[in-house]
């Protein structure tokens, strides 16, 4: 039987973090905030992002789940008799299903029939509610998904932090590195928050605009617009991805899985071909930073105009060092441009950002502690060598 909520609204806001309890009181945090700063749809459609992200599953009975999402929208009627629902447990919370009626997505039906004396109970989606279901299930990640994941996950560890949690007093960390985090998290934080909110009030804009006098002025600056603001959340995310790195230990991988980790996550027509001793030792660092520093190396690659891409990995004779190098068949980097194209915003294509090999020169020299240069290559094309310390000294 569908039962009445009794869950109220501060048990509500306490349990999907919108608040947070200090002492005897209670205090807006993040996800709270943005709540307050919408209206309408777009306060639905934000409640059920977070509760999505933070879901335990169909029968919880805080948070929606997509798995439950996703029922509603193949079914968008069912009513039954009592004893079905009895000796057939609905795969969802019925606390949940009276939440969305709530928020006007569904009505909860109970009806009687006179003539046979039942009683039948269950549910109908409403139009509005097909609509936010069907945002909510897009395959891409939306602003709001984006920012209910980071705030959740930011509120978790903001948990943690403030009781002393096993994982971090037990952690062996730098207590720098642990501040610079902190304050890494604090920024990003404050900028997602800023920048979020105007991306999707940017977006109800154009949407409003379609068709009217100002549509085409406003073509014009989109192109610089849209690009600039993901252009600067990419960054503060990569920020925080590398703050919070400095405050892990590094850990010993295995280079030739790395590699191959790496080319099979392209979807690309290059020819790929990886030699190398199998029997190397063990890289010390942050395995998934150095895959992504490789796969921004075959991109270059790839928009160099290479076909054909060689990855050879040599154990240097002092067992101490793993000489590592990329030979493509592309267009070559001229000798005067070799030591600046690491630089941050250096690009030798038009319409690169400069961030692909900025980041593979801070993989490779700060976090692995090696070295990487650009070289001539013989024939033609790129050749990039990379002297990476193993954390080994004998091979396994």
Known sequence: MLTPLDNSILDYALEIRAIRREGHRSEVGPIGEVLLSLTGRDAIQWLLHVEVTQSMGPLDDWRLSRDT????????????????????????????????????????????????????????LLNEGRRAFEALLLPDDSPFSVLAATLSQDESLAA??????????????SSSAIATARQARMVVHEIRNALVPAQIALGSLYTALVGSQSEAELARFRPRIDPGIDRALKFVT????????????????????????????????????????????????????????????????????????????????????????????????????????FQRGISLRPGGAGEGLALVKEVVEIELHGKIACVD????????????????????
């Open 69 to 124: 999402a996703e029922y509603l929208l193949v079914n968008p009627e069912n009513i039954r008799d009592p004893a079905y629902w009895i000796l057939y447990p609905a795969a969802y919370s019925l606390r949940t299903l009276r939440r969305l009626e709530g928020l006007g997505l569904l009505v909860i039906v109970e009806e009687f029939d006179e003539v046979h004396g039942t009683a039948y109970t269950g549910y109908k």
């Open 160 to 173: 943690l932090e403030q009781q002393g949690s096993k994982v971090w007093s037990e952690a062996n960390f």
């Open 238 to 341: 990569d920020l925080l991805k590398t703050t919070e790195l400095a405050a892990r230990a590094p850990e010993a991988f295995d280079l030739l899985r790395s590699l191959a980790d790496a080319v099979s996550s392209l979807a690309t027509p290059l020819r790929i071909h990886l030699q190398g001793s199998t029997d190397l030792p063990s890289l010390s660092g942050y395995r998934e930073r150095f895959v992504l520093a490789i796969v921004n190396l075959l991109r270059n690659a790839e928009q160099a105009g290479a076909q054909q891409v060689s990855i050879e990995s040599v154990l240097e004779a002092n067992n101490r060092n793993i000489l590592l190098t990329v030979d493509d068949d592309g267009s070559g980097v001229p000798p005067a441009d070799r030591e600046r194209i």
């Open 377 to 396: 290559k013989p024939g033609g094309g790129a050749r990039f060598r990379m002297r990476l310390p193993v954390a080994e000294r004998t091979p396994r």
